[in-house]
């Protein structure tokens, strides 16, 4: 007695073995080419150490250097351009001592790489200097005893002049609000809030810069 061949479809399931094995063999093919795609389309990695070329414009001047795509614009402006007014703090965006002015704006310097600040105008507390002269913000820290170990002090200054650009006259609580991003860690808050004000006032006067 002949034997039977085996059924070519699994029990009431519709579905035969020849067309089951098919479908699995194209889904494997079809998972394999897009994961080669997927592959092809992954960007090639930057290596951090790899050096690249870069302009700043900072206070007016133009720099141009070579740097790791890693480096900071902290470490740029004190390591390699030597313009120490930005002080290294906690080096992780709290205490505001590294804080530049970015297009205008305050920015910890610390936490913004060297290569976003490409094409942007970059102001440190060098270049707040009017000539050889303290500007009115520096003048009016001075004048209002607003520091005691003066660590924080650059930042602070470039802070508030950052606020003064956006904002020619605010009031205290806004100077409040707009120095919270600087820490002080001798407590001399109530002295920077006067010597913000007091620039601000000499500005409406046409006494400031």
């Known amino acids: 007695m002949a034997k039977k061949k085996p059924a070519d479809h699994a029990a009431g399931s519709g579905v035969t073995r020849r067309g089951f094995l098919g479908s699995v063999g ?5 998972a394999a080419t897009g994961a080669a795609s997927r592959a092809e389309a992954v960007p090639e990695i930057t290596d951090p150490e790899e050096m690249v ?14 740097v790791e795509p890693r480096w900071t614009l902290l470490f740029v402006l004190r390591e390699r351009l030597c313009l120490t007014g930005s ?10 001592s590294c804080t530049v002015l970015v297009d205008d704006e305050p920015r910890y310097a610390c936490l913004t ?11 440190t507390v060098e270049g707040l200097l009017v000539g050889e002269e303290l500007g009115d913000v520096q003048r009016a820290f001075a004048e209002h005893d607003a520091f005691q170990c003066g660590y ?3 930042g602070q200054v470039v802070a508030a002049e ?7 006259r605010p009031t205290e609580a806004e100077i409040r609000t707009g120095m919270s991003g600087n820490l002080c860690r001798c407590g001399a808050y ?20």
């Open 113 to 123: 790489l060297a290569v976003e600040a490409e094409g942007r105008e970059i102001t």
């Open 87 to 96: 002080k290294a703090g906690c080096e992780r965006g709290e205490c505001g």
């Open 152 to 154: 924080c002090t650059p």
């Open 26 to 30: 194209a889904g494997a093919v079809a």
């Open 53 to 66: 070329a870069v302009a700043l414009t900072i206070n007016g001047r133009r720099h141009r250097l070579l």
């Open 190 to 209: 109530a002295h920077i809030v006067k010597a913000v004000a007091d620039a601000a006032d000499g500005r409406k006067t046409g006494g400031g810069s």
């Open 162 to 168: 950052g606020l003064l650009r956006a904002n020619p």
